[in-house]
């Protein structure tokens, strides 16, 4: 058993809860264990420059933690995005437009942001899958006021850790067992089975092949769990 009594092979209990803010066109709350992301989509009526005139969308991710979202505080970005954040941000803008049919959408943009406030492990995955659901949120408003086609919906995504820590294989890492794990891996996927997004990297010494397939095998378990959270969430 671990600390907070999961299994191994256990997700923490984890929710999300739909429109929770009253002006973004699409929001969620997500709860996994401690941590707690807030996503909002935001609809723009242009896409950036260089996109311009090739009459396809764009999804980006923001991504930020909230100065008491961990135990002690944490200073403001105030100089801009440190190297995580803006490798959070990209990551969450990969994983998202891999759920969208980007040529359906027109000349339009959607920012997600998601804001971490709290901290316990996880907050990059947890801001994939609650962003997920910010962001169709969002298309659903534009399909329902006739502006987008349902065609613009790709396959739902999802994305949950993995790690090994002290020689056991553990699925949704939090921040204690995060902080001092011997392989660390993040894993995006859709409902295809298709990976979106693998980050494994082992902390000391190297990890096998049948190491990684067993981590793999057992994000998609979760995510599985997760994606089936979603579809519940977005049918009600």
């Not at 009253?22 to 950036?48: F, H, M, N, W």
């Not at 494994?200 to 959270?229: V, W, Y």
Request: glycine share 10%.
């Amino acid at each position: 058993m671990r600390s907070d009594g999961r299994a191994n092979d256990a997700l923490r209990a984890v929710s999300i809860t739909p429109n929770t803010l009253d002006y973004a066109d699409g929001s969620a709350l997500i709860v996994c264990g401690q941590t707690r992301v807030l996503c909002a989509a935001s609809v723009e009526k242009a896409v950036p420059v260089w996109m311009q005139g090739r009459g396809t969308g764009w999804i980006t991710g923001e991504y930020g933690m909230l100065p008491r979202s961990t135990l002690t505080r944490t200073p403001r970005e105030m100089s801009g995005p440190s190297g995580r954040t803006q490798e959070i941000r990209r990551l969450i803008g990969r994983s998202l437009r891999a759920a969208v049919n980007l040529q359906q959408l027109g000349e339009r943009m959607i920012i997600v942001d998601c804001d971490v406030i709290q901290a316990d492990g996880g907050t990059r995955t947890a801001s994939i899958t609650g962003g997920y659901v910010a962001l169709m949120l969002a298309l659903r408003r534009l399909v329902e006021s006739g502006l987008v086609s349902e065609r613009v919906f790709g396959l739902p995504v999802a994305a949950v850790s993995t790690g090994l820590v002290n020689g056991q294989v553990l699925l949704d890492l939090c921040y204690a067992e995060d902080s001092h794990a011997e392989v660390d891996c993040n894993v995006v996927m859709n409902t295809a089975g298709e990976f979106i997004e693998v980050q494994g990297t082992a902390e000391g010494r190297p990890f096998s092949r049948e190491t990684m397939n067993t981590l793999l095998d057992l994000a998609q378990r979760g995510i599985e769990q997760l994606m089936a959270l979603q579809r519940r969430v977005l049918a009600n």
